[in-house]
């Protein structure tokens, strides 16, 4: 049984109409289907609604059996099946499930739930009649309301459970609201309270979302992927929970990571929400607390390594492959550092792969220095970095870095890396201890005397730009910042550990300690801060600027592979949208109040390089990319139902 929830199927007819008005010789190819449709009796005893019942068993996808596809022409992409692009905002639609929905199931459906927005044509044609009061209010007054609600709240951790019960029963009412406040509730569906969320996990959980793929499903992964009711899946997100944010090992419970990372894909990238699937796979956890706990709700044993480990997760992206096709974009979120580097050199080559903390989090702050040097000057191969923190995050921004110095000087990438320098918990990364490093931080050990303190490599390096990845708060001591500030006009300080409690140094203290001179940014949100009669705004450093827009963009090209080019392109797309008025704030990341657009710009160079580089396989490229971006993105506007 699946379900048909392909709206364009009764776009030009109804379901006696013609089969040839369905079809034309042009349009893309799905599985062939059996189909039996029954028109009940109006007086039929059996069900009250005189509804059309349509079952269809899925056959498997062969070469040789294909069925045209009719939903290309009248969507902004393909496989538009619950009318959910810009391009189709203003066609009526069909609420298909396992039958057309009505009633109480429809009510208690997210995809096609409305409330109170329900019309009256719509209660009568969908035996709501009774089961509603009987007003009917708009989409906009709903979130109105709900906004009233929800600042109701004191405590950040209410706001996201009423968020996600939100998207569990009103999934078009919970993208509005999101889209239409991203600025203040981006915070609540994201960091930092998503990592509060993912340690009470268990013990908040109402609905489980996503798949949860654990040591017992070995061996029975492919078919647990086809038990998601989505067919046309084009981004995963899987954590193995071992990292999560800068709160370590929370096991099964790092699923609000996946869940919130494509609650932002959707909202701030436009991607359907039916093409997105959260993954956690649960090898256990090394976490005794959660061990521990009798409201925890994963596997109650010790993390499995090695052979092990490996075999599951390759089990997992085989399966991947062959259930979605080699387009699906499998992001890897929130891994260890030894799994994650391997894992991104293992399927980079052969899968459609890209991993947030290590590319992501790089191209994002690529962005904010190169918008930086419009409040400097001079350009980036004129800087000496240093970093606090030598992992996914520390390492995967310096190498773009390095890349970008690369590309706009024509130097080689080992010179580029010369300027740049990175402390780890034992200190600078020096030639002296390159035999003990670990393979990804070799590339940047330089010669130089050994030191164990930030404050001493700061004071001996005397960088421009100071960039904090450790994982660890309150690291920018008030010697660091000043020493920063003592050889530096401006200096430029980003501290973009996660959650807010793990911040090397709060806003304030970056504002008081440099006496307001500082170019500073943030992993999570801070409040603006007064300092000598001015004003300061922190800009935030948060990946949901770049990924979202960079996922559709490889979507929308029907791109193979993730190329480090694309990431560059990205940055410098996103450090285009800061505006002078951005610039006079000391911003150099431009507000999320224009994300949409900024995705969309994004979407378009990535797939522009995409196409250059020849790895897109959707044909012909669109003539415009930005406006393909923007008609292909989801819009969260109630349909009309027939």
């Given at each position: 049984m699946i379900s048909l929830n392909t709206s364009c199927f009764l776009n030009n007819v109804g379901i006696s109409g013609s089969s040839s008005a369905l079809f034309s010789p042009n349009q893309r190819k799905l599985p062939i289907t059996s189909v039996r449709v029954a028109a009940l009796p109006a007086n039929s005893g059996g069900d009250r609604n005189p509804s059309v019942l349509i079952e269809a068993t899925l056959k498997e996808m062969t070469d040789d059996h294909e069925v045209e596809d009719p939903t290309t022409d009248i969507s902004g992409g393909v496989n538009d099946y619950y009318g959910e692009d810009t391009a189709t905002e203003d066609l009526p639609v069909t609420p298909w499930a396992t039958s057309v929905a009505s009633g109480y199931t429809l009510m208690r459906d997210p995809h096609h739930n409305k409330g109170l927005a329900f019309t009256q044509r719509e209660r009568d044609a969908h035996y709501l009649r009774g089961l509603l009061p009987p007003t009917v209010i708009s989409q906009e007054l709903q979130v109105k309301k709900l906004m009233h609600n929800i600042r109701q709240y004191q405590v950040p951790l209410q706001k996201y459970m009423a968020m996600m019960d939100l998207q569990e029963s009103n999934q078009r009412l919970f993208y509005k609201l999101l889209i239409e406040n991203v600025e203040e509730l981006l915070p609540i569906v994201y960091t930092p309270t998503v990592?509060?969320?993912?340690?009470?996990?268990?013990?908040?959980?109402?609905?489980?979302?996503g798949l949860f793929i654990s040591l017992k499903e070995k061996g029975k992964i492919h078919e647990v992927l086809r038990n998601w009711p989505e067919r046309n899946v084009q981004v995963i997100v899987v954590t193995d929970g071992e990292r999560i944010l800068g709160l370590g090992d929370l096991g099964c419970q790092g699923m609000g990571i996946p869940v919130g990372k494509l609650s932002l894909y959707t909202a701030l990238g436009g991607v359907r929400p039916s093409a997105c699937l959260p993954v956690t796979i649960d090898v256990g956890t090394n976490n005794e607390k959660l061990l521990n706990d009798e409201f925890y709700i994963g596997l109650r044993r010790r993390r499995a390594t090695g052979k092990e480990y490996a075999e599951l997760l390759h089990e997992f992206m085989t399966a991947v492959r062959q259930n979605y096709g080699e387009k699906v974009l499998v992001q890897f979120e929130d891994f260890a550092n030894h799994n994650a580097f391997e894992l991104l050199e293992k399927y980079g080559t052969t899968h459609l792969v890209f991993n947030d903390d290590i590319q992501g989090t790089a191209s994002v702050v690529l962005a904010g220095l190169i918008a930086a040097q419009k409040l400097v000057g001079g350009n980036l191969a004129d800087h000496r970095f240093l970093f606090l923190g030598a992992g996914e995050a520390g390492t995967g921004i310096a190498e773009l870095i390095a890349l970008e110095i690369s590309k706009q000087t024509n130097m080689s990438l080992e010179e580029a890396r010369k300027n740049i320098w990175l402390v780890d918990s034992k200190g600078l990364i020096v030639n002296s201890r390159k035999e003990s490093l670990q393979h990804f931080k070799k590339p940047w050990a330089h010669e130089r005397e050994p030191m164990t303190t930030l404050l001493d490599a700061v004071n001996d390096i005397k960088p421009t730009v100071l960039i904090g990845t450790s994982g660890v708060g309150k690291t920018f001591t008030k010697e660091?910042?000043?020493?920063?500030?003592?050889?530096?006009?401006?200096?430029?300080?980003?501290?973009?550990?996660?959650?807010?409690?793990?911040?090397?140094?709060?806003?304030?203290e970056a504002y008081t300690w440099t006496q307001g001179r500082v170019i500073f940014a943030t992993g999570s949100p801070f409040a603006p801060v007064e300092y000598g009669g001015k004003v300061h705004v922190s800009g935030q450093a948060n990946n949901a600027y770049i990924f979202p827009g960079f996922g559709l963009g490889l979507i929308l090209s029907g791109s193979i592979r993730v190329h480090d080019d694309m990431l560059l392109v990205a940055a410098e797309a996103l450090a285009a949208e800061v505006t002078q008025e951005n610039f006079e704030k000391g911003l150099i990341y431009p507000p999320f109040a224009n994300i949409r657009k900024i995705s969309a710009h994004i979407a378009a160079r990535v797939a522009e390089k995409s196409y250059e580089l020849g790895l897109a396989t959707r044909l012909p490229k669109p003539a415009d990319l930005v406006k393909y971006a923007e008609s292909c993105m989801y819009s969260p506007a109630y349909r009309s139902y027939r």
């Open positions: 990592g509060e969320a993912c340690q009470k996990y268990g013990s908040i959980l109402h609905h489980p979302q660091v910042v000043e020493a920063m500030a003592s050889f530096n006009k401006r200096p430029i300080i980003l501290s973009l550990s996660n959650p807010t409690s793990q911040s090397e140094c709060t806003a304030e």
